[in-house]
T-cell receptor, first 113, second 114 residues
Framework: DQQVKQNSPSLSVQEGRISILNCDYT??????FLWYKKYPAEGPTFLIS?????DKNEDGRFTVFLNKSAKHLSLHIVPSQPGDSAVYFC????????????FGTGTSLTVIP | KAGVTQTPRYLIKTRGQQVTLSCSPI?????VSWYQQTPGQGLQFLFE???????NKGNFPGRFSGRQFSNSRSEMNVSTLELGDSALYLC?????????????FGPGTRLTVL
């Protein structure tokens, strides 16, 4: 049972525009979320986190929004750059789960120059 | 600060063999988690070690085991390999255990079972 879902396998965006990657979860006990970027043949690179006490967290070009009532989070990348082309994973956990994270299946982002 | 290192990077084994993968966490990190990534799947949690103790285990058969040493380095072992064990095995280190915290991944070990 996939508790974290990324329903868009791929996304294409023009350079300079906003990229919005979405993630849904089903377990209401999740209260901590991470986003990772992954290039081929490399391990995932940590991008940004958010806990359920917040509804937004920003780090440079990356902003994560959390809607707890909808069990939905999104990652906004503004402006998008060609180097952002990668697979993006969201991951969820909670106090009950320790450091066990549940990952989505990823969204492949292509930023077109 | 050096990142998470994993050895070997690539491995080819045949069915029935066993394999041991190694992970060295970021200096000062004491929590090490292992994940399996297969095509079409997200990362699946295998287990987490902290202070040489397994704290958490995912839904994998007993053929998958691990351990952690006093210097926080961790090994993962898979016995009686099956074709379906072909995957990218990722190790992640974290500063703390017991509560979710940012995890930093190594480059992974690509295991191919023939």
């Amino acid at each position: 049972d996939q508790q974290v879902k990324q329903n868009s396998p791929s996304l294409s965006v023009q350079e300079g525009r906003i990229s919005i990657l979405n993630c849904d979860y089903t377990n209401s006990m999740f209260d901590y979320f991470l986003w990772y970027k992954k290039y081929p043949a490399e391990g995932p690179t940590f991008l940004i986190s958010i806990s359920s006490i917040k509804d937004k967290n920003e780090d440079g070009r990356f902003t994560v929004f959390l809607n707890k009532s909808a069990k939905h989070l999104s990652l906004h990348i503004v402006p998008s750059q060609p180097g952002d082309s990668a697979v993006y994973f969201c991951a969820a956990s909670g106090v009950l789960f320790g450091n066990q994270f549940y990952f989505g299946t990823g969204t492949s982002l292509t930023v077109i120059p | 600060k050096a990142g998470v290192t994993q050895t070997p990077r690539y491995l080819i084994k045949t069915r029935g063999q066993q394999v041991t993968l190694s992970c060295s966490p970021i200096s000062g990190h004491r929590s090490v988690s292992w994940y399996q990534q297969t095509p079409g799947q997200g990362l699946q949690f295998l287990f987490e070690y902290f202070s040489e103790t397994q704290r958490n285990k995912g839904n994998f058969p007993g053929r998958f085991s691990g351990r952690q040493f006093s210097n926080s380095r961790s090994e993962m072992n898979v016995s009686t390999l099956e074709l379906g064990d072909s995957a990218l095995y990722l190790c992640a280190s974290s500063l703390r255990a017991g509560e979710p915290h940012e995890q930093f991944f190594g480059p992974g070990t690509r295991l191919t079972v023939l």
